[in-house]
T-cell receptor
Framework: EAQVTQNPRYLITVTGKKLTVTCSQN?????MSWYRQDPGLGLRQIYY???????DKGDVPEGYKVSRKEKRNFPLILESPSPNQTSLYFC??????????????FGPGTRLTVT | AQKITQTQPGMFVQEKEAVTLDCTYD???????LFWYKQPSSGEMIFLIY??????QNATEGRYSLNFQKARKSANLVISASQLGDSAMYFC?????????FGDGTTLTVKP
């Protein structure tokens, strides 16, 4: 089944404790992206990747890191999480991200709470 | 910079009627893609419809159609024959060269 998987789905952690949220897709998509969604707001793009080893900042990259060493994986790293990073996080992928793009396939979301 | 504005925080529609969800956008790019996604209360994001900026015909996908007016920079979603299962949050988004911006969404409630 074609899908984007994220782990963990739920995470409660403490301020400053490094964490990684994994994202994996099995559709051989070139483009992957991370978003955060806060109550009452739409999705805001954190980082995106047009292909392996190519990543770029979205609108809200502060406090986050990403890497794209393999085509299928795009982990999101919070080196020193803070309470303002409490949010619902989505990973997405699409065939390509260049030009006018294609529809994105979203993972199920990761609900992160930082205390 | 790209911007999406969805001016209707909440909308109600009677079952079986049509409803239009508004979306206006701002971008300096000549080439871009416009997307609509649905987010039910269960939280997943579901792709509905896509319109390329150079597409001359309005996109349609089943009961969904996109009323694209490029000069006015609007990309309204029309849902025909609303069903109870259409109750959800709807997001308009713009994408170009990997950069993606979403609106704040419209909550649609379908009344029986």
């Amino acid at each position: 089944e074609a899908q984007v998987t994220q782990n963990p789905r739920y995470l409660i952690t403490v301020t400053g404790k490094k964490l990684t949220v994994t994202c994996s897709q099995n559709m051989n998509h070139e483009y992957m992206s991370w978003y955060r969604q806060d109550p009452g707001l739409g999705l805001r793009q954190i980082y995106y990747s047009m292909n392996v080893e190519v990543t770029d900042k979205g609108d809200v990259p502060e406090g986050y890191k990403v890497s794209r060493k393999e085509k299928r994986n795009f982990p999101l790293i919070l080196e020193s999480p803070s309470p303002n990073q409490t949010s619902l996080y989505f990973c997405a992928s699409s065939l390509v991200g260049g030009g006018t793009g294609y529809e994105q396939y979203f993972g199920p979301g990761t609900r992160l709470t930082v205390t | 910079a790209q911007k999406i504005t969805q001016t209707q925080p909440g909308m109600f529609v009677q079952e079986k009627e049509a409803v239009t969800l508004d979306c206006t956008y701002d971008t300096s790019d000549q080439s871009y893609g416009l997307f609509w996604y649905k987010q039910p209360s269960s939280g997943e994001m579901i792709f509905l419809i896509y319109q390329g900026s150079y597409d001359e015909q309005n996109a349609t996908e089943g009961r969904y159609s996109l009323n694209f007016q490029k000069a006015r920079k609007s990309a309204n979603l029309v849902i025909s024959a609303s069903q109870l299962g259409d109750s959800a949050m709807y997001f308009c988004a713009i994408l170009y060269a990997g950069k993606s911006t979403f609106g704040d969404g419209t909550t649609l409630t379908v009344k029986p």
